[in-house]
């Protein structure tokens, strides 16, 4: 059974930064990519950051150059490091592994207010 668990959501003011990670439990001998989507209320899910398999990234337009998607293989996590964070950012993000199926995360929460 695999399972993904997402922590280090919370409440930032905005400019400050936040590194969510993501720990992958349970045995997957593929891994097509792994990524991070977000979900703004009243909005549809999408895209922040991705990494394949071959370490290569993307980014969503309006998070390039603040966020980074990164892993430690050895620990089987996917970090995301988001800094100058905006309002907009706002949302609760889901962490995804695309594999033979996909693998979803339950999602944290992240809030960026003054």
């Known amino acids: 059974q695999v399972q993904l668990v997402e922590s280090g959501g919370g409440l930032v003011q905005p400019g400050g930064s936040l590194i969510l990670s993501c720990a992958v439990s349970?045995?997957?001998?593929?891994?097509?990519?792994k990524g991070w989507y977000r979900q703004a209320p009243g909005k549809q899910r999408e895209l922040v950051a991705r990494?394949?398999?071959?370490?290569?990234?993307s980014y969503a337009d309006s998070v390039k150059g603040r966020f980074t998607i990164s892993t430690d293989n050895a620990k089987k996590t996917v970090y995301l490091q988001m800094n100058s964070l905006k309002p907009e950012d706002t949302a609760v993000y889901y962490c995804?592994?695309?594999?033979?199926?996909?693998?979803w995360g339950q999602g944290t929460q992240v809030t960026v207010s003054s």
């Open positions: 995804h592994l695309r594999a033979p199926g996909n693998y």
């Open positions: 349970g045995s997957i001998f593929t891994i097509y990519a």
């Open positions: 990494i394949s398999n071959t370490a290569t990234t």
